[in-house]
Nanobody
Framework: QVQLVESGGGLVQAGGSLRLSCAASGNIFAIDVVSWYRQAPGKQRELVATITRGGFTNLSDAVKGRFTISRENAKNTVYLQMNSLKPEDSAVYYC??????????WGQGTQVTVSS
């Protein structure tokens, strides 16, 4: 149905910034929602941000005011701009596409590590 490829993770110092990308291919027409999740070792996967086909966005309380989710339709790509990073933001970040009538599709994840 769709394939998702994430990129942009890495190692940064506290207070720094990263921009994650989620590039989609395949049946783009069927995607209703793209979300970013993160998961740290020993913790449950956490919803971070969401953007709908209509352009509506939502951020979790943990990242509100620091992160921004956006899209570039011509490139079939959703971005997660992460500013003022904290060590507790360290996790594997995943993007997920919700397809109408066909469920969820996940990317491979990209590691974000924030040092003190």
């Amino acid at each position: 149905q769709v394939q998702l490829v994430e990129s942009g993770g890495g190692l940064v110092q506290a207070g720094g910034s990263l921009r994650l990308s989620c590039a989609a291919s395949g049946n783009i027409f069927a995607i209703d929602v793209v979300s970013w999740y993160r998961q740290a070792p020993g913790k449950q996967r956490e919803l971070v941000a969401t953007i709908t086909r209509g352009g509506f966005t939502n951020l979790s309380d943990a990242v509100k005011g620091r992160f921004t989710i956006s899209r570039e339709n011509a490139k079939n790509t959703v971005y997660l701009q992460m500013n003022s990073l904290k060590p507790e933001d360290s996790a594997v970040y995943y993007c997920k596409a919700l397809l109408r009538a066909n469920g969820n599709y996940w990317g491979q994840g990209t590691q974000v590590t924030v040092s003190s």
